[in-house]
Antibody, heavy 126, light 111 residues
Framework: QVQLQESGPGLVKPSQTLSLTCTVS??????????WSWIRQPAGKGLEWIGR???????NYNPSLKSRVTISVDTSKNQFSLKLSSVTAADTAVYYC??????????????????WGQGTLVTVSS | QSVLTQPPSVSAAPGQKVTISCSGS????????VSWYQQLPGTAPKLLIY???KRPSGIPDRFSGSKSGTSATLGITGLQTGDEADYYC????????????FGGGTKLTVL
């Protein structure tokens, strides 16, 4: 059973770069046709998708964050990572990593997130 | 401001039924498939429904999903106190800048 675990600094200074890693266990990050996503949730608020990476290395990002986000994958370590630059207090949130499962039916994409990591709180403060 | 619209809260008594709506547009719900996630207090979201109406193994049939046009609905019957949680709908938005979108979440209170 695949499990995901986020790791990284819990405190980042404004204007600096937030860096997080998601370690995948119970299966190879390279096996299967999955996307690997980052999703965040400010305290008391809803979910916001940040972006994803495919096993081939191709990426998609939320247009509202695209200029500041980089997602990469390290298959040798079974990990994928998030970098978010020029952070402000508005980037304070719990950050989740999740596996996105795509299926195709009559050329139509059906996709969903399962499983999710437990989440890690990142606070942006001086 | 979330792309998908959900009621902020719903409530019902134990044993009763409740529905949670999720409204979108033709670029998201109207032409893609909806999934639902349950977030118990202090925990990560968990997959509840995928492909509009399918339940992963381990999810009881008290939970159901449906979609019509640009709206989706999550139904929960036989409410239990353990169902108290935040529920989120999500889907792919295939507009020019394709990306995932979620509803703002609905807090379910079992009175």
């Amino acid at each position: 059973q695949v499990q995901l675990q986020e790791s990284g600094p819990g405190l980042v200074k404004p204007s600096q770069t937030l860096s997080l890693t998601c370690t995948v266990s119970g299966g190879s990050i390279s096996s299967g046709s999955y996307y690997w996503s980052w999703i965040r949730q400010p305290a008391g608020k809803g979910l916001e998708w940040i972006g994803r990476i495919y096993t081939s290395g191709s990426t998609n990002y939320n247009p509202s964050l695209k200029s500041r986000v980089t997602i990469s994958v390290d298959t040798s370590k079974n990990q994928f990572s998030l970098k978010l630059s020029s952070v402000t207090a508005a980037d304070t949130a719990v950050y989740y990593c999740a596996r996105e499962i795509p299926e195709y039916r009559w050329l139509q994409l059906i996709n969903w997130f399962d499983p999710w990591g437990q989440g890690t709180l990142v606070t942006v403060s001086s | 401001q979330s792309v998908l619209t959900q009621p902020p809260s719903v409530s019902a008594a134990p044993g009763q039924k409740v529905t949670i709506s999720c409204s979108g547009s033709s670029s998201n719900i109207g032409n893609n498939y909806v999934s639902w996630y349950q977030q118990l207090p202090g925990t990560a979201p968990k997959l509840l429904i995928y492909d509009n109406n399918k339940r992963p193994s381990g999810i009881p049939d008290r939970f159901s999903g449906s979609k019509s046009g640009t709206s989706a609905t999550l139904g929960i019957t036989g409410l239990q106190t353990g169902d108290e949680a935040d529920y989120y709908c999500g889907t792919w938005d295939s507009s020019l800048s394709a990306f995932w979108v979620f509803g703002g979440g609905t807090k379910l209170t079992v009175l």
